[in-house]
């Protein structure tokens, strides 16, 4: 069975970093996509960050320049940078991988940014 988890969220002030990692356990043997998405309280889920080939990352418009995602292949592990936070930066972060055979979901981390 697939099986997504997200780690590294927590409380960090203004301008802050912190690191968030989605392991990724069963049997992924061919990726479409993957990414960072997250939802804020009272907001739609949003994408942050994605993978769509191997050499094409893109971003949200409101986090460029202070994120960065990559991928540990050998561990089917994916990361996210986050510098430079800011409070509206505060929501749960999900994983996700796009496979053929569907879309697999962490069950999130929460970011919260506040002084």
């Known amino acids: 069975q697939v099986q997504l988890v997200e780690s590294g969220g927590g409380l960090v002030q203004p301008g802050g970093s912190l690191r968030l990692s989605c392991a990724a356990s069963?049997?992924?043997?061919?990726?479409?996509?993957m990414g960072w998405y997250r939802q804020a309280p009272g907001k739609e889920r949003e994408l942050v960050a994605a993978?769509?080939?191997?050499?094409?990352?893109r971003y949200a418009d409101s986090v460029k320049g202070r994120f960065t995602m990559s991928r540990v292949n050998a561990k089917n592990t994916l990361t996210l940078q986050m510098n430079s936070l800011k409070p509206e930066d505060t929501a749960v972060y999900y994983c996700?991988?796009?496979?053929?055979?569907?879309?697999?979901w962490g069950q999130g981390t929460q970011v919260t940014v506040s002084s």
């Open positions: 996700s991988w796009s496979t053929p055979l569907g879309d697999y």
């Open positions: 993978i769509t080939s191997d050499s094409n990352t």
């Open positions: 069963g049997s992924i043997f061919v990726i479409n996509a």
